[in-house]
């Protein structure tokens, strides 16, 4: 069994910044893809920015030069550093990722549980 648990959400004014972390625990060989999403009320959940094994990151049009995705692979450990929130930032927003349980095994996609982020004055 594997579980990903996210911390490091809450409220922040316009402007503020906030770093998410999230940690994988469990059954894990190895980790591929870290992702982090999020889902505003009344929205569908949207890709943020994600991040490889080896450290390649893409980022949504809306988070670019904002938002800083890190991973550290000893600890099985992804980070979200966000810079200069918005309002529409505001959402929880979720960790996702791709484990093997063993070398050459099937990937399985985790997500974990939400934290909320919050933008306003």
């Known amino acids: 069994q594997v579980q990903l648990v996210e911390s490091g959400g809450g409220s922040v004014q316009p402007g503020g910044s906030l770093r998410l972390s999230c940690a994988a625990s469990?059954?894990?060989?190895?980790?591929?893809?870290m992702d982090w999403y999020r889902q505003a009320p009344g929205k569908q959940r949207e890709l943020v920015a994600s991040i490889t094994s080896t450290g390649s990151t893409t980022f949504a049009d809306s988070v670019k030069g904002r938002f800083t995705i890190s991973r550290a692979n000893a600890k099985n450990t992804v980070y979200l550093q966000m810079n200069n929130l918005k309002p529409e930032d505001t959402a929880v927003y979720y960790c996702?990722?791709?484990?093997?349980?063993?070398?050459?095994?099937?990937?399985?996609?985790?997500w974990g549980q939400g934290t909320q982020v919050t933008v306003s004055s």
């Open positions: 996702h990722g791709h484990i093997r349980y063993e070398p050459g095994g099937f990937e399985y996609a985790y």
């Open positions: 469990g059954n894990i060989f190895s980790i591929n893809a």
